[in-house]
């Protein structure tokens, strides 16, 4: 199973759902590739946003070595799932999609917390405080926790 984790600058929330799932894959022992992408080339090539960084690494994930790229038509032929962090980057990947099969593969991220969650989209963080950066964490370690259940049982 091949996972892409997508934002819009694949500095914030992309990076670190990223790094979430790739621990969890690693732990766990399963066979799945892990990858982020942005739908912005603002920072193709740039780390994670520092205070994500940070976030992360306080709670054991670390996310350092990641480099930001920009999604790809080729993404669709790679990645098995493309999970997108709210609906405007859905918007941005489906509608680079080739036919139903691409559209298929893109999901919301959030959509795996199921009608516990009242909300949709993971905030970006990126113009507020560190209880953003906390708050964004919470969301996606709790999503990628399902989506590793999910892997166990195929």
């Not at 982020?36 to 740039?46: E, K, R, W």
């Not at 080729?74 to 709210?86: A, E, G, K, P, R």
Request: charge should be negative; include cysteine; proline fraction near 3%.
């Amino acid at each position: 199973m091949n996972i892409l984790m997508v934002c819009l600058g694949n500095i914030c929330r992309s990076p670190l759902a990223d790094g979430l799932l790739r621990s969890k894959v690693k732990r766990d022992g399963l066979a799945a590739i892990v990858d982020s992408a942005g739908t912005a080339n603002y920072h193709v090539g740039g780390p994670p946003d520092e205070r994500m960084t940070e976030t992360a690494m306080n709670n054991g994930i670390d996310i350092s070595s990641l480099r930001a790229r920009q999604f790809e038509v080729s993404d669709y032929d790679n990645f098995d799932l493309i999970y997108v962090m709210d609906k405007s980057n859905y918007h941005n990947v489906t509608r680079l999609a080739r036919n139903d099969k691409d559209i298929d593969k893109v999901k919301l991220i959030l959509d795996e917390l199921g009608h516990s969650n009242n909300i949709q989209e993971v905030p970006d963080p990126y113009y507020g405080g560190q209880a953003g950066f906390d708050h964004v964490f919470d969301l996606l370690d709790r999503s990628t926790d399902i989506i590793i259940e999910k892997l166990k049982n195929d």
